[in-house]
């Protein structure tokens, strides 16, 4: 046997030998039917917000109106008797009394007529003192006693009425105020009815104006005004009424305000905004920017728990302005969520970042 050949023999024999051995110990591999596990999934890192904490305070809110300031009265007084102006006791802008008189109409024998009836009265009172006399001394009948009473009675009217007719003739000032129309001069013909002067109060002025179905809940009598005229002048006024059934072709309730006005600024006529000061109330201030809707479509903020979770809450806006909102509804103190609150959804939990000392 060559040597070639004692070669490839060894090399078989030294495989069987391991095989055997291998086979021998029971270290054999099987295939498993399962997906070896997966490595555990790493947990999701928290999205990180940043809040800033806020704190509910006292706020007085404030209902703002259109509004119209009127004359606390205004009068057109007018001719009570006819004449001729003989003159004039006052002018256009003049500040009056109340009774003061105004003006002078001519007589035209009024006058006479009032003293014939009083020399009548006087002449009857003589005859009546008379007839008592009389009737005491049973010299004159019950009847012609009675007949003298009505007669003087009835003179008593007529003098009444003729010293009426006088008094028209000056016609007075009803209540203190000025003179801001003058419809007649000296010499003008007039008839009963004839428009005199226009006298307006100014001293102190009503506004007026129409608060919304939705809040006239909060309006009631005896709250204070803030009424700003277009030129800036402020006054200030009270609630004096509120309607009680609105008016059906706005749904609003018209509101009238007491505006004292000792200056006698001129401001009756023009339109004002009033500011109605509303019950106090605890409120916060935010940023107009901070505010979202919900669902419904009522705005609302976002803030986070103390349990780190996102809470939505829906507020009422009390005031709002360039510089910010105040807002009720909120607890009295948040974690208002200023940077990330379009990432983040209720009920998730978070990892708040306060930025309170790092306001702007």
Do not use: C
Request: hydrophobic share 40%; proline share 5%.
């Amino acid at each position: 046997m060559t040597k070639a050949k004692w070669s490839s023999l060894g090399l078989s024999v030294l495989v069987i030998v391991v095989l055997v051995i291998w086979m021998a110990t029971g270290d054999i591999k099987m295939a498993s039917d399962e997906a070896p596990p997966e490595p555990e999934q790493e947990q999701r890192e928290l999205t990180r917000v940043d809040v800033e904490v806020l704190e509910a305070v006292a706020y007085q809110p404030e209902l703002k109106l259109q509004g119209q300031v009127e004359p606390w009265q205004l009068v057109m007084v007018s001719a009570r008797a006819a004449g001729t102006v003989e003159s004039l006791q006052v002018g256009l802008g003049d500040q009056v009394t109340a009774g003061q008189k105004l003006l002078t109409l001519s007589t035209d024998g009024r006058d006479a007529v009032a003293a014939r009836w009083q020399s009548r009265i006087r002449k009857l009172e003589a005859d009546l003192s008379a007839a008592r006399q009389l009737k005491a001394r049973n010299l004159a009948a019950e009847t012609e006693l009675l007949s003298l009473q009505s007669e003087l009675a009835a003179a008593r009217a007529e003098m009444k009425a003729a010293e009426l007719v006088l008094q028209h003739l000056e016609p007075n000032a009803p209540f203190d105020g000025v003179v801001n129309r003058r419809e007649v001069d000296p010499g003008t013909l007039v008839q009963v009815g004839t428009p005199l002067f226009e006298l307006v109060q100014i001293d102190r002025l009503k506004a007026t104006g129409r608060v919304p179905q939705q809040t006239v809940k909060d309006v009631e009598p005896g709250q204070g005004v803030e009424v700003n005229l277009l030129d800036g002048t402020r006054l200030g006024g009270v609630v004096s009424f509120v309607a009680s059934a609105a008016d059906p072709a706005t749904r609003s309730f018209a509101v009238e305000v007491v505006v004292e006005n000792p200056e006698l600024k001129r401001a009756a006529g023009g339109t004002a905004n009033l500011n109605i000061r509303l019950p106090e109330q605890k409120a916060t201030f935010i940023s107009p920017a901070y505010l979202s809707l919900n669902d419904d479509g009522r705005p609302g903020v976002k803030y986070v728990d103390s349990d780190n979770k996102v809470v939505f809450q829906t507020v009422k806006l009390l005031g709002i302005s360039t510089s910010g909102a105040w807002v009720s509804g909120l607890p009295d103190e948040i974690r208002l969520i200023t940077r990330g609150a379009g990432f983040v959804a209720p009920g998730e939990t978070v990892r708040p970042v306060d930025r309170t000392d790092q306001r702007g």
